[in-house]
Nanobody, 126 residues
């Protein structure tokens, strides 16, 4: 079992930046694939970015070139650096830890993640 605590959300204007953090505990963090998902009001949970245990990364098309996922294994933390934010980025952002026998081929699927944080709100005003 992995416990995840997100932080760093807030209210910003379009074009601003935010960095989300997700601190993990309970399993060996360096062996975990990690992901970020988001959920806007009235919409389903959407994949945003993922990072493998050996730091291979993947992004949804709408955030490529603006968002960066990275990890610090010494701090058991994964980050999501969000630049050039847009109003359509407004959502609750969740980090998630990959399940045992995680399959990188399906990094975008919530089914590959077994532990979730409580979420942090990101609101981008126009």
């Amino acid at each position: 079992q992995v416990q995840l605590v997100e932080s760093g959300g807030g209210l910003v204007q379009a074009g601003d930046s935010l960095r989300l953090s997700c601190a993990a505990s309970g399993r060996t963090f360096s062996t975990l694939a990690m992901g970020w998902f988001r959920q806007a009001p009235g919409k389903g949970r959407e994949f945003v970015a993922a990072i493998s245990a050996n730091s291979i990364t993947a992004y949804t098309d709408s955030v490529k070139g603006r968002f960066t996922i990275f990890r610090d294994n010494a701090k058991n933390t994964v980050y999501l650096q969000m630049n050039s934010l847009k109003p359509e980025d407004t959502a609750v952002y969740y980090c998630a830890a990959g399940r045992v026998n995680y399959r990188w081929l399906y990094y975008y699927s919530p089914n590959e993640y077994e532990n979730w944080g409580q979420g942090t709100q990101v609101t981008v005003s126009s």
